[in-house]
């Protein structure tokens, strides 16, 4: 893409409504817009972020055998009363009538919604087990939407939702689920710890939360500073083995949320307590037959029994992560995107727009790269250095090459990379000696 074409809207200036990290650069870096209160509109930086966080989830779902699929944002009240969190949810579900007076709500996550489909299309237990996930837009009328799109009130969420015939089955899909978490957020350059965590709204007894420590999260969090250097299963995970053994070695250490931590009962000493505070960016659930019985997602079973479902239910807060990720990976000059889910891998700027040399060299190598298969913002405007740096440097791609007059004399570009480290003088054959080994060719 070229720079000059992009609309990115950077902001030179710190917005005075933003008071988190992530917020301030979201906005500066052209990322989003506040359409009204913890409503956000996607620009197409931002968009590109979305989507590549987005991508990782449904890649790691799908490994781990969960099927997409795709509910709508608007449920009808009628299957909410069934289960009774129509009123038990309060003032944060937004609530609709339609012209037939219908009362219909925005979903703020689709419990009822999954166990209504299953109620109606699952007869036999042979379909088990059953793991559905969708990536959607979620309505919570938060009373402080606040911290730009880490706390919204619409929001994307990854959720999905297990179904079982027993106890032993239903444990089975949330360990895959908790391993999947692992492995998605460590994808991110994140390190997310789970911790026991309480059920809320959701209900159930079992619970984990995904927390990315940064010194701005939204809770205070404890744990054992051994989770902090813990491995986290590679793609050689086999997803029908017995799990329980990697799920016991990171539940063996200490690790809780502010409102499950009492410092007096703390097991672990205090040289080697991390006290820190956290974002919540996943959350896993275990609630039985909560939602099944009410709604009558029955299957026979192997004995001609009818049995309720074992379920349970999974969060990603997708939106929440491009936040997340900025507030653990930035500096002074703004964002440092990890390579995967970075806008463009690759920022070229080209220090001397107009000038033939300098213009032959940048639209040369912003073919090359293109034709390999990487992503590339080419500025191509007519500016100073120091503003295009200045940009660069705010919108955090992982890599930047330089094309000036002066280097160009010697036939040299320079490399540079986001996260710091020296920067390299390299020739044109070496730059596109690297472009091919980055494609992997
Ligand atoms: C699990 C999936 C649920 O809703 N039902 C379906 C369960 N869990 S949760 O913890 O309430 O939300 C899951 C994740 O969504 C993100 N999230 C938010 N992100 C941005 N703004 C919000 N207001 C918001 N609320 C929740 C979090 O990452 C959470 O872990």
């Known amino acids: ?36 209160a913890g409503i956000y509109s996607w620009l197409p930086l931002g968009l590109r972020v979305l989507k590549r966080v987005e991508q990782i989830v449904r890649e790691e ?26 009123e038990d949810y309060g003032k944060e579900m937004l609530r609709i009538r339609d012209r037939h007076d219908r009362d219909l709500l925005y979903g703020p996550t689709n419990e009822e919604l999954i166990t209504d489909i299953l109620a109606s299309d699952l007869s036999s237990y042979r379909d088990l087990p059953l793991n559905l996930y969708h990536i959607q837009w979620k309505f919570r009328d938060e009373v402080r939407p606040r911290f730009g799109v880490m ?47 309480d059920t809320g709204p ?13 010194d701005t999260g939204e809770s205070a969090v404890f744990c054992d500073k051994a989770l902090l250097e813990m491995d986290v299963p590679g793609a050689e995970l086999d997803y029908d083995a017995d ?6 070695k990171w539940t063996a250490y ?42 009558g997602a029955v299957v026979q079973g192997p004995d001609g029994k009818r049995v309720a479902l074992e379920m349970g239910s999974y969060g990603i807060g997708v939106s929440r992560l491009a936040g997340a990720i900025i507030e653990a990976s930035h500096d002074d000059k703004g ?48 500016e100073r250095a120091g503003g295009k740096f200045a940009d660069m440097e705010l919108i955090g791609l992982p890599w930047r090459i330089t094309i000036g007059p002066r280097g160009l004399k010697n036939g040299k570009v320079e490399l540079q990379p986001r996260a710091g480290g020296a920067t390299d003088e390299l020739s044109l054959d070496e730059i596109r000696n690297w472009i091919t080994a980055k494609a992997g060719g």
């Open 1 to 36: 893409m070229r720079r000059s074409r992009l609309f990115l809207p950077t902001l030179r200036e710190t917005p005075a409504e933003a008071q988190i990290v992530s917020h301030r650069l979201m906005l500066r870096a052209g990322m989003v817009r506040q359409a009204s």
């Open 61 to 86: 779902q799908d490994a781990s055998g969960a099927q997409e699929i795709l509910m709508p944002t608007i449920q009808s009240a009628d299957l909410w009363r069934k289960s009774g969190r129509y």
């Open 151 to 197: 706390r919204g009130r619409e929001f994307l969420m990854k959720d999905n939702y297990s179904f079982d015939l027993d106890f032993a089955a239903a444990r089975h899909s949330y360990n895959k689920m908790f391993v999947a978490y692992l492995r998605t957020f460590k994808r991110m350059g994140l390190k997310a710890i789970p911790m026991r965590a």
């Open 202 to 214: 959701i209900g159930g007894d079992l619970s984990h939360e995904f927390v990315v420590l940064a």
């Open 243 to 248: 799990l329980q053994p990697v799920i016991d």
């Open 254 to 295: 200490y690790a809780a949320t502010d409102d499950m931590h009492v410092a007096d009962k703390c097991p672990v000493g205090e040289d080697q307590l991390v006290t820190a505070r956290g974002i919540e960016v996943g959350h896993i659930f275990y609630f039985g037959t909560k939602y099944s019985e009410p709604l």
């Open 335 to 382: 964002i440092i995107w990890p390579e995967s889910v970075a806008p463009y891998l690759i920022g070229l700027v080209n220090l001397k727009s107009g000038d033939r040399d300098c213009d032959t060299a940048g639209d040369d190598l912003y073919g090359f790269i293109q034709r390999a298969g990487l992503s590339v913002l080419y500025d191509d405007r007519n």
